[in-house]
């Protein structure tokens, strides 16, 4: 069983606060990603890793920003949460390229 | 460019009914090709994957898939659904030509009815 961690698994939180999602494997797993999903519909690339410090942004253009100071370690922040920023966030990690990837429980966030 | 279509974004069959979930993909070399389910409020977990060996492959919980090259498609089948298989269902291909990036299909819900 893969060894991919998220919290909070819940979050209802005021327009404006900032918070911080965290993401955590145990696997040594180099990449790493955060998708958006809303409930019951499709995945959205976010960020991604491939090792520490890197990131790039995904296809889905997100104001949030993510951090890769270690390899075990991604989370993501969002500086001034909005409504329009509640949705699922997934976290993934993958050994190598032709793999499959490893999914946390997800944050499903709540603005309000 | 690599993608993937997945037929019918909700699919409904009855127990111990044969289940079918069609996905197409798009790929100029060959791909590699996954499917994953997704429980309510919980992450996407591996079903099975296509690497270039087989080409029917076989996953956990009773699911199949055979990839088919002519037909660019990797269909999961399970022979007999059973109620625990409501879920959601993502297929997903990545390949050299795409940086092996992955690009997942939008999902089919499957509803196991009594």
């Known amino acids: 069983e893969a060894d991919i961690y998220q919290t909070p698994r819940y979050l209802v939180i005021g327009t404006g606060k900032k918070i911080t999602l965290e993401c955590s494997q145990t696997?040594?797993?180099?990449?790493m990603y955060w998708y958006q999903q809303d409930p019951g519909m499709e995945l959205h690339l976010i960020h991604y890793?491939?090792?520490?410090?890197?990131?790039e942004k995904g296809d889905l253009s997100s104001e949030s920003t993510v951090s890769r100071i270690r390899t075990e370690h991604f989370p993501l922040t969002l500086e001034s949460a909005r409504p329009s920023h509640t949705s699922q966030y997934l976290c993934?990690?993958?050994?190598?390229?032709?793999?499959?990837?490893?999914f946390g429980p997800g944050t499903r966030l709540t603005v309000t | 460019a690599q993608s993937v279509t997945q037929l019918g974004s909700h699919v409904s069959v009855s127990e111990g009914a044969l289940v079918l979930l069609r996905c197409n993909y798009s790929?100029?070399?060959?791909?590699?090709l996954f499917w994953y389910v997704q429980y309510p409020n919980q992450g996407l977990q591996l079903l099975l994957k296509y690497t270039s060996a087989a080409t029917l492959v076989k996953g956990i919980n009773g699911f199949e898939a055979e990839f088919k090259k002519s037909e660019t498609s990797f269909h999961l089948t399970k022979p007999s659904a059973h109620m625990s298989d409501a879920a959601e269902y993502f297929c997903a291909v990545s390949d050299r030509g795409g940086g092996f990036k992955t690009i997942f299909g939008a999902g089919t819900r499957l509803f196991v009815k009594a």
């Open positions: 993934a990690s993958q050994r190598d390229t032709a793999g499959e990837q490893y």
């Open positions: 790929s100029s070399v060959p791909p590699y």
């Open positions: 890793s491939y090792g520490v410090n890197s990131t």
């Open positions: 696997m040594g797993h180099d990449k």
